[in-house]
C-alpha cells in the first residue's frame, strides 16, 4: 500500500512561504548587486520591509504548478520547470510593466531570449530550481511550519496581510506622487511632502533595480 504524502499545498502555508521567498529573494540579490555592482541595491517591491515579492510570487506558483509532478523523473520535472518558470517569468515580466511600467530585468543582451524578458540560461536554471525545490526543499519548510501553533500562526497571518495591503497601497501612491515630481508639480498638503522627503524618485529607482524612465 503506497503511503500517503503529507505534504501539502493550502493558503496558510503558501502565505508564510510568500514571505519567505520574498526574504530570502531580497537577501541573495542585494547581496549579488553588491559584490557584482559594488552597490547595495534595495530590491523590494514595497516601501516599506525587505519584500522581493518575485521570488515569494514564483515560490508560491511554482510549489502550485509542481506539486502535482512531485513524483516524476528528474527529467520530466525538469522539463516541466523549464517551461513553466520561463511562462511565469515572462507573465510577470510584463504584468509589472502594464502596471508600474517599467520590468525590474532585461535579458535582451542574453543568448535566445523573447522580447528581453526570459532567455535560455534562466530557463534552464529554472528546470533545476523547480527539481532542487519541489523534492528537496519545500517538503522540509512545510514540515517547519506545521512545528508552529496554527491558530496562533493564523491570527499572524491576517495581521500580517493587513500591514502587505497598506504597504501595497503606500508603494502606489509613492509611486504616483514620485512620477508627479518627475514632472515637477509640487507637492499640495504634507503627506506628499512626507513622500517626497521619504519613498521618493531616487529612493524608488534603487527598490526597482534601477530602471525607473
Given at each position: 500500500m503506497k503511503r500517503k504524502n503529507k505534504v501539502k499545498v493550502d493558503f496558510y502555508t503558501m502565505f508564510y512561504l510568500f514571505l519567505f521567498a520574498?526574504?530570502?529573494?531580497w537577501i541573495f540579490e542585494g547581496c549579488f548587486s553588491l559584490i557584482v555592482h559594488g552597490t547595495l541595491i534595495n530590491h523590494s517591491a514595497l516601501v516599506i520591509?525587505?519584500?522581493?515579492?518575485?521570488?515569494?510570487?514564483?515560490?508560491?506558483?511554482?510549489?502550485?504548478?509542481?506539486?502535482?509532478?512531485?513524483?516524476?523523473?528528474?527529467?520530466?520535472?525538469?522539463?516541466?520547470?523549464?517551461?513553466?518558470?520561463?511562462l511565469?517569468?515572462?507573465?510577470?515580466?510584463?504584468?509589472?510593466?502594464?502596471?508600474v511600467g517599467f520590468s525590474a530585468w532585461d535579458y535582451s543582451g542574453m543568448f535566445l531570449n523573447i522580447n528581453g524578458r526570459v532567455c535560455l540560461a534562466m530557463s534552464i536554471i529554472w528546470g533545476f530550481l523547480g527539481i532542487v525545490w519541489i523534492k528537496f526543499i519545500y517538503p522540509h519548510f512545510e514540515n517547519f511550519i506545521n512545528k508552529f501553533n496554527r491558530k496562533t500562526g493564523e491570527k499572524l497571518m491576517i495581521g500580517l496581510i493587513i500591514f502587505l495591503i497598506f504597504d501595497a497601497a503606500l508603494t502606489g501612491v509613492s509611486i504616483l506622487r514620485?512620477?508627479?515630481?518627475?514632472?515637477?508639480?509640487?507637492p499640495s498638503n504634507f503627506f506628499e511632502s512626507f513622500l517626497?522627503?521619504?519613498?521618493?524618485?531616487?529612493?524608488?529607482?534603487?527598490?526597482?533595480?534601477?530602471?525607473?524612465?
Amino acid at each position: 500500500m503506497k503511503r500517503k504524502n503529507k505534504v501539502k499545498v493550502d493558503f496558510y502555508t503558501m502565505f508564510y512561504l510568500f514571505l519567505f521567498a520574498s526574504l530570502v529573494g531580497w537577501i541573495f540579490e542585494g547581496c549579488f548587486s553588491l559584490i557584482v555592482h559594488g552597490t547595495l541595491i534595495n530590491h523590494s517591491a514595497l516601501v516599506i520591509g525587505p519584500i522581493n515579492a518575485c521570488y515569494g510570487i514564483c515560490a508560491c506558483a511554482l510549489t502550485y504548478l509542481l506539486y502535482r509532478y512531485k513524483d516524476k523523473s528528474y527529467t520530466k520535472l525538469f522539463l516541466i520547470s523549464f517551461f513553466l518558470g520561463s511562462l511565469l517569468e515572462y507573465v510577470m515580466s510584463l504584468g509589472m510593466e502594464l502596471v508600474v511600467g517599467f520590468s525590474a530585468w532585461d535579458y535582451s543582451g542574453m543568448f535566445l531570449n523573447i522580447n528581453g524578458r526570459v532567455c535560455l540560461a534562466m530557463s534552464i536554471i529554472w528546470g533545476f530550481l523547480g527539481i532542487v525545490w519541489i523534492k528537496f526543499i519545500y517538503p522540509h519548510f512545510e514540515n517547519f511550519i506545521n512545528k508552529f501553533n496554527r491558530k496562533t500562526g493564523e491570527k499572524l497571518m491576517i495581521g500580517l496581510i493587513i500591514f502587505l495591503i497598506f504597504d501595497a497601497a503606500l508603494t502606489g501612491v509613492s509611486i504616483l506622487r514620485a512620477r508627479e515630481a518627475e514632472k515637477g508639480i509640487p507637492p499640495s498638503n504634507f503627506f506628499e511632502s512626507f513622500l517626497d522627503k521619504t519613498f521618493n524618485q531616487k529612493y524608488l529607482q534603487n527598490m526597482f533595480n534601477n530602471k525607473w524612465s
